[in-house]
């Protein structure tokens, strides 16, 4: 059972810049992808950026351009650098692992482990 750990969430200005982290307790090859989403109070689960096992990305068209999406085998840590913020970005950021790859970020519903989330919230 792999569990994810986010870190590194918090209380920002309009304009400013977080890295939000997500540390796996292991390292399986059955993991084909990571893919960070959000939650905002009475809304959906919304998928915001995934990285295949390759290397390949994907980002939600609300955050192209602000967030960068990497991860650090090494230290099977999983990272999420937002810049630019924004009030709508606030929300809960969960980390999620696949057992398929991705192209585009996917489906939150098809995630086969989840982390606890790390609350962003951005202020104008």
């Known amino acids: 059972q792999v569990q994810l750990v986010e870190s590194g969430g918090g209380s920002v200005q309009a304009g400013g810049s977080l890295r939000l982290s997500c540390a796996a307790s292991e390292y399986t090859y059955s993991i084909r992808c990571m893919a960070w989403f959000r939650q905002a109070p009475g809304k959906e689960r919304e998928g915001v950026a995934g990285i295949d096992s390759d290397g390949t990305t994907s980002y939600a068209e609300s955050v192209k351009g602000r967030f960068t999406i990497s991860q650090d085998n090494a230290k099977n840590t999983l990272y999420l650098q937002m810049n630019s913020l924004k009030p709508e970005d606030t929300a809960m950021y969960y980390c999620?692992?696949?057992?398929?790859?991705?192209?585009?970020?996917?489906?939150?519903?098809?995630?086969?482990?989840w982390g606890q989330g790390t609350q962003v919230t951005v202020s104008s």
């Open positions: 999620a692992a696949f057992l398929f790859g991705c192209t585009v970020v996917p489906g939150y519903n098809r995630a086969r482990y």
